[in-house]
């Protein structure tokens, strides 16, 4: 049987397919989704389980390796000694669930961090952990060198502006650029990187249309027009939006160059970047046409 990847809306929540929950789950810094923490506790129960047996039906134990393995990460987890760390079956199972369902999102990141670094190599649990962590993550795991470490994908303060530039446009009327950003969220949460950057870039052409109406192909005429009006004054910086907003638009950019092909080259960081870029880039043009009229 084949495994087929959910791309449908189905899972998103009302607040997120709507706009009251903005930003993708990958740009949520101190959260994880239930997503994530559900493959987080499969990869580790599963790893736990591989040296585990049974007396009898209802009653299991772990190998000495495991036990070894449980009391070192338990023990740096608490900072205990470890042999004051019990391996008791069941007290072990509900302790990781319990923590990696419930637990706050940097305890579970602590816990994380010490299991693969205490895994002798970069081995399978890794690689599952670091997947799962790219799909749905504000967090990124290195494993470039030992010690393994988490990141963040970007800052609370990118953050920050990404969801204040969404409220600009909200707040503004631009109901076309708001349902761009809203279904470009959706698709990243989706794990459809390429609509998402069509998406976001759709936001600022929505937003340039109604600054004007000839800037249905190219930003140049609503720049223009607020050059004109006497609000964009600065010649080089009209210059250098319009080279960025080309570079997602012509040929050789985005739009051509990655979302025309029928596997697109386009991953979570890119969808990110382009969907905070283009966020702030459309409540930039909308700040300024507030000042025409």
């Known amino acids: 049987m084949t495994e087929r990847q959910d791309t449908s809306t189905d899972h998103l929540t009302f607040s997120q397919r709507y706009g009251y929950e903005p930003l993708p789950e990958p740009m949520r810094l101190e959260d994880l989704s239930g997503d994530l923490r559900r493959e987080i506790w499969n990869a ?19 190998g000495e390796r495991t036990k070894k393995f449980i009391e070192r990460v338990i023990g740096k987890f608490l900072r205990q000694s470890e ?15 319990d923590l990696v369902h419930k637990g706050e999102f940097n305890r579970v990141l602590d816990l994380v961090q010490i299991i693969v670094n205490e895994r002798d190599e970069t081995d399978i649990l890794t690689e599952r952990i670091k997947n799962s962590f790219e799909q749905y993550a504000a967090y990124w795991l290195n494993t470039s060198h030992r010690p393994f470490q988490f990141y963040p994908r970007s800052s609370i303060e990118q953050g920050e502006a990404t969801q204040n530039a969404i ?36 936001a600022v052409e929505s937003v340039a249309r109604r600054i004007d109406q000839k800037a249905h192909r190219t930003l140049d005429p609503a720049l223009d027009s607020l050059k004109g009006a006497g609000i964009l004054k600065h010649p080089a910086l009209a210059e250098a939006f319009k080279k960025l907003y080309g570079y997602t638009s012509d040929e050789q950019g985005i739009r051509h160059a990655l979302l025309d092909k029928e596997t697109p080259d386009v991953g979570l960081d890119e969808a990110l970047f382009m969907f905070g870029a283009c966020a702030s880039f459309a409540a ?6 507030r000042q025409m009229t």
């Open 44 to 62: 580790i129960r599963e790893l736990l389980n591989e040296d585990s047996h049974s007396l009898y039906s209802d009653s299991y134990y772990f």
């Open 83 to 97: 042999d004051e760390i019990s391996t008791d079956y069941s007290q072990t199972m509900f302790f990781f669930e």
């Open 167 to 202: 409220e600009t446009i909200r707040e503004s009327g631009m109901e076309g650029a708001s349902t761009h950003l809203r279904q470009a969220t959706g698709h990243i949460n989706a794990r459809r990187f390429a609509d998402s950057v069509k998406e976001s870039i759709h």
């Open 284 to 289: 930039y043009l909308v700040n300024k046409h």
